[in-house]
């Protein structure tokens, strides 16, 4: 069995394998999701990943996953599901890269939106806030040293799991993933 790109919209309830949500900033940062799905699905070709970020490469789309399952209304609904489930039946795995691109104007303020705004916040209720609620959840946060605020999310996590390791690759973070997923099977 091969695993599935599960990309928004899609809801799938009965997973046959380990689920890897992909979370991180998709905006200004590169399209690192396709990188991952690739690493991932080389070190385990079972694994069902979920990537917030539509703008996976049309050779990973034949993995997609489909469904005639009620979809969702909003994305957040559906990354909210996904998370939820990837903890409970995988791995959620944060990627924090250094910001690369240019971020783009917010039609209400007139300044360049923020780089990462959604991911932050994640980091806290599906990271930190999780593992301090519940030691064995299966969450990975890794990023690269130039992303702004890295130290102060490394302190966090640090605070509630002490001898947490900090990778600075995709590569070594999808492995780490990939072990934590397999501890649900």
């Given at each position: 069995?091969t695993?599935k790109?599960i ?5 799938i ?44 490469q ?38 924090l ?13 007139g ?37 702004d ?20 690759t ?14 649900h099977?």
């Amino acid at each position: 069995m091969t695993g599935k790109i599960i990309l928004p919209n899609t809801k799938i309830s009965n997973l046959k394998a380990p689920l890897i949500f992909l979370a991180g900033p998709i905006k200004g940062a590169g399209n690192w999701q396709n990188r991952a799905i690739e690493i991932l699905q080389s070190l385990n070709p079972t694994t069902y990943i979920a990537s917030p970020n539509m703008q996976v490469q049309s050779n990973h789309l034949e993995n997609q996953a489909r469904s005639n399952e009620l979809n969702f209304q909003y994305q957040l609904d559906w990354e909210r599901y996904y998370l939820k489930k990837a903890s409970e039946t995988g791995a959620i795995m944060f990627w924090l890269p250094t910001q690369i691109e240019a971020m783009p104007i917010s039609k209400k303020s007139g300044f360049p939106t923020v780089y990462a705004r959604d991911t932050r916040p994640e980091t806290s209720g599906w990271g930190w806030k999780l593992l301090e609620t519940n030691s064995n959840a299966r969450v990975i946060i890794r990023g690269e040293e130039g992303f702004d605020g890295y130290d102060v999310i490394k302190r966090n996590f640090l605070a509630i799991k002490p001898n947490t390791t900090f990778h600075s690759t995709l590569e070594q973070t999808c492995q780490e993933a990939i072990k934590l997923a397999a501890q649900h099977q």
